[in-house]
């Protein structure tokens, strides 16, 4: 079983795919779980797509409607 930890960890994202996947793959084979903050500077890459592909991560999503840069 993973040991939950009392952090949450907040994460930037625009139109970074393939690392912010990197990213989820060794979250996800990590012993330990957190609340993962993804926020989406309005990417063009779907980035939702992505997180609905890691089930077992607690990730909750924020979408900005315009690049907040």
């Given amino acids: ?3 939950k930890l009392p952090i949450s960890l907040i994460i930037p994202c625009l139109n970074r795919i ?3 996947k990197n990213l ?3 979250l996800e084979q990590s ?3 957190c609340q ?3 926020i989406d500077d309005c990417s063009s890459a779907n ?3 992505l997180i609905n592909s ?3 991560l607690e990730i909750k999503y924020h979408r900005n409607e315009t690049n907040k840069g």
Avoid: A, G, V
């Fill in 1 to 3: 079983m993973k040991e």
């Fill in 47 to 49: 980035i939702k797509n």
């Fill in 24 to 26: 989820f793959d060794s």
């Fill in 54 to 56: 890691y089930p077992t």
């Fill in 18 to 20: 393939k690392q912010t």
């Fill in 31 to 33: 012993k330990y779980r």
């Fill in 36 to 38: 993962i903050i993804l």
